[in-house]
Nanobody, 132 residues
Framework: QVQLVESGGGLVQAGGSLRLSCAAS????????MGWFRQAPGKERVFVAA?????????????WYAESVKGRFTISSDNVKNTVYLQMNSLKPEDTAVYFC????????????????????WGQGTQVTVSS
């Protein structure tokens, strides 16, 4: 059974930082691709960042970001702790949303890493609120 548990959300002022964590348990293959998505009130869930295991090297990864978070957010993975992180700096009120961690057994690519339906496993979400 694959389980993803997010933590680290909270209330922060604009310009501040938060680090989200996604602790994964279960099949290692479920973490071939890991992503963060967010959903603001009344809006659709959207892609934030992804970290994809390289096919050629287990210790290498590709990372992708939504344009809205590039340069401010950083996704990383700690394989020992089976945890994926999302470091969020220079937060803005428009970053306010519920943030979801997602995992896929597929090694996603530049075309499909943004698609939520490519991820089989999802966490319960963690609320991030940025005040102005």
């Amino acid at each position: 059974q694959v389980q993803l548990v997010e933590s680290g959300g909270g209330l922060v002022q604009a310009g501040g930082s938060l680090r989200l964590s996604c602790a994964a348990s279960g099949r290692a293959a479920s973490r071939n691709s890991m992503g963060w998505f967010r959903q603001a009130p009344g809006k659709e869930r959207v892609f934030v960042a992804a970290i994809i295991r390289s096919r050629s090297s287990l210790s290498s990864y590709y990372v992708w970001y939504a344009e809205s978070v590039k340069g401010r957010f950083t996704i990383s993975s700690d394989n020992v702790k089976n945890t994926v992180y999302l470091q969020m700096n220079s937060l803005k009120p428009e970053d306010t949303a519920v943030y979801f961690c997602a995992g896929s057994t597929s090694v996603l690519n530049s075309n499909n890493h943004r698609l939520g339906n490519e991820y089989e496993y999802w966490g319960q979400g963690t609320q991030v609120t940025v005040s102005s």
